[in-house]
């Protein structure tokens, strides 16, 4: 069965650092994409990114770019979504999903909220 | 960039009827690199339908998609009160974009 398990939540201060990740497992992780949505309070689903865990090439929306770093580490099949310097306007949940070839997302991870807050 | 419109962002239908909702691309989509997903309040969303009408595993026969070109619909024949959703259609052939959303309530 095809899983994506991403981290818990987490609580930060504006200015702080964070990494979150995604797991996958159940499928060849290596071969598939892995992108990040961000959904906003109340809001609609909006694509940062993705990276093709195989050779690390990385494709950024370009409202994103430069705000978040996307990295993967294939030997243990997770990805990560990171941020070196939070704003309160991060506060959103962070869905991480699969991608197939030329095909649209398959599974998404159940999702990791991220609060900034001071 | 895709630009996304989808319309209307609130259905209020009853169980049994037929839901039909609308995306709109801002350019011609020469390939049908068109999908939906589904999302159920507090849930992540989930695929329905990819290449514009073909069902994503396990996803019952009353939900169809169809459509080409810039215009694209979602249709729910025989609504379930568990068909409650937000729906986001999403192309992926130039990059990735999704539409607001429709929410259909029951």
């Known amino acids: 069965e095809v899983q994506l398990v991403q981290s818990g939540a987490e609580v930060k201060k504006p200015g702080e650092s964070l990494k979150i990740s995604c797991k996958g497992s159940?499928?060849?992780?290596?071969?598939?994409?892995i992108g990040w949505v961000r959904q906003m309070p109340g809001k609609g689903l909006e694509w940062m990114g993705i990276?093709?865990?195989?050779?690390?090439?990385?494709r950024y929306n370009p409202s994103f770019q430069g705000q978040v770093t996307i990295s993967v580490d294939k030997s243990i099949g997770t990805a990560y979504l990171q941020w070196s310097s939070l704003k309160a306007s991060d506060t959103a949940m962070y869905y991480c999903v699969r991608r197939p070839g030329n095909q649209p997302f398959d599974y998404w991870g159940q999702g990791t909220l991220v609060t900034v807050s001071s | 960039e895709i630009v996304l419109t989808q319309s209307p962002g609130t259905l209020s239908l009853s169980p049994g009827d037929r839901a039909t909702l609308s995306c709109r691309a801002s350019q011609y989509m020469s390939y049908t690199y068109l999908a939906w997903h589904q999302q159920k309040p507090g849930q992540a969303p989930r695929l329905l339908i990819y290449?514009?009408?073909s069902r994503a595993t396990g996803i019952p026969d009353r939900f169809s998609g169809s459509g080409s070109g810039t215009d694209f619909t979602l249709t729910i024949s025989r609504l379930e009160p568990e068909d409650s959703a937000v729906y986001y259609c999403q192309q992926y052939g130039s990059s990735f974009s999704f539409g607001g959303g429709t929410k259909v309530e029951i």
């Open positions: 990276i093709y865990p195989g050779d690390s090439d990385t």
């Open positions: 290449a514009a009408s």
């Open positions: 159940g499928y060849t992780f290596a071969n598939y994409w």
